[in-house]
């Protein structure tokens, strides 16, 4: 059974750091890319950043640009999403995804596989 779990959310003061984690089971990372996606309250879901399946391909939404990076260990089949110098306006609910395909690309529509979340705070 296809299974995407993220941790690593959590409260955080601005200009702080997190690192979130994205484990999947059911598949394997070596063959397939992740979509990290966020959603705050009253907005729709938008993309973050995405690893194509070798990692020689990875994207970012202009909003996180230069503070977000991403990696996957497939050792782990766990992808990381690095965040720093954090936002209020970073606030969400952290979502990582599958399409089961090899590229990366940051439209959530195009997506069909998701974990549960995790809740990102960014507050003094």
């Known amino acids: 059974q296809l299974q995407l779990v993220e941790s690593g959310g959590g409260l955080v003061q601005p200009e702080g750091s997190l690192r979130l984690s994205c484990a999947a089971s059911g598949f394997t990372l070596d063959y397939y890319a992740i979509g990290w996606f966020r959603q705050a309250p009253g907005k729709e879901r938008e993309g973050v950043s995405c690893?194509?399946?070798?990692?020689?391909?990875?994207g970012f939404a202009d909003s996180v640009k230069g503070r977000f990076t991403i990696s996957k260990d497939n050792a782990k089949n766990t992808v990381y999403l690095q965040m720093n110098s954090l936002k209020p306006e970073d606030t969400a609910v952290y979502y990582c995804?599958?399409?089961?395909?090899?590229?990366?690309?940051?439209?959530?529509?195009?997506?069909?596989?998701w974990g549960q979340g995790t809740q990102v705070t960014v507050s003094s």
């Open positions: 690893i194509s399946w070798s990692g020689g391909t990875i």
């Open positions: 995804a599958t399409r089961l395909n090899r590229q990366c690309v940051l439209n959530r529509d195009d997506y069909n596989y």
